[in-house]
């Protein structure tokens, strides 16, 4: 249904959408989507800085495995070797 919509239909859509609302009530919605859009990237960049801090500030202590039978292997000599 929307696949042939070109440049008239929207010019059409955005000169209604105009009469309906008036210039400034279009303006004033603008501004607050910014304003949402600026507020959203500062929320993910506070939420990034936290995990790094977090990640940051938290010790790494190496893990040692203590097995109480001893480990074999076998390793073979490779033959045929050019």
Do not use: Q, Y
């Amino acid at each position: 249904m929307l696949n042939n919509i070109g440049l008239p239909g929207l010019l059409l859509i955005a000169v209604v959408v105009l009469v309906l609302f008036g210039r400034g009530k279009i303006s004033s919605m603008m501004g607050e989507v910014g304003k949402g859009i600026t507020a959203f990237k500062k929320g993910m960049d506070d939420g990034r800085k936290e995990i790094e801090d977090a990640n940051a500030s938290t010790p790494v202590t190496p893990v040692t495995t203590v097995t109480s039978e001893p480990t074999v292997t076998t390793v073979t000599p490779e033959r045929d070797r050019v």
